[in-house]
């Protein structure tokens, strides 16, 4: 199953496949370029369809839990100082998500959507410190009856042109539902309150909707 921010870009990318593949019959007379564009051509449609996929995952709903809101790697896991809405310091956990990554991205909690906002940026790599104020980046706050209020941000990295974001202020959300897609590369950070128990270490991959990142 394909994600729905996808659908365009796939059908516009099978029709320039089916035209290249076409037109290299007709204009290409040495057999084996002409082998090797369609090939190209293929591997470029299978990277495209790899990237937009939308795995279907049953997610073990628990307020207790935070869990992971993408797949990727984790990259950093330190206190910070959260200036832009809490205004206090605060457990940072970042996920980096390659282009081979599932790029959807879900609710890391369940609640109701206090604060949405977007930021226009920079797009320095995903995995570079400064990315989480510099880049185009949304903001969210989810708050509910155990954790009180946790923060996402979606940051969009070197080659990520559009991030999607589906949370409103009022919304509420549920656990492991669909909140979003960042478009090739990019990073995913969590703010926690301090002292929060993780459950995850530095440089371990994750899968988002399944694996806890934290536990009260």
């Known amino acids: 199953m394909f994600h729905k921010e996808g659908h365009k870009i796939i059908i516009i990318t099978f029709l ?9 019959e007709y204009f290409i007379s040495i057999s084996w370029l002409q082998v090797a564009v369609q090939i190209l051509a293929l ?50 956990v970042s996920i980096f998500m390659s282009p081979i990554n599932v790029h959807v991205t879900r609710y890391a909690l369940g609640g109701e959507v206090v604060y949405s906002k977007y930021h226009p ?9 400064k990315s989480s104020e510099d880049n185009e980046r949304t903001t969210v706050v989810v708050k509910n009856r155990i954790w009180g209020e946790v923060l996402y941000k979606q940051i969009a990295g070197a080659m990520a042109k559009r991030i999607v974001n589906y949370a409103k202020p009022g919304k509420q959300v549920v656990q492991g539902e669909d ?17 929060t128990k993780m459950k995850v270490n530095l440089h371990q991959h994750v899968k988002g909707g399944i694996d806890v990142i934290a536990e009260k």
């Open 121 to 129: 940026g920079k797009y320095l790599v995903a995995w570079h410190p």
């Open 43 to 92: 591997i470029l449609l299978i990277l495209i369809l790899q990237f937009f996929r939308n795995p279907k995952r049953q997610t073990p709903h628990n307020d207790e839990h935070i869990i992971a809101p993408v797949d990727g790697k984790v990259v950093v896991i330190e206190e910070v100082y959260e200036k832009e809405y809490f205004k206090d310091k605060r457990l940072q």
């Open 16 to 24: 320039l496949v089916v035209a290249i593949a076409l037109g290299a």
């Open 179 to 195: 909140a979003g897609f960042i478009k090739f590369g990019s990073r995913v950070d969590l703010l926690l309150p301090p002292g």
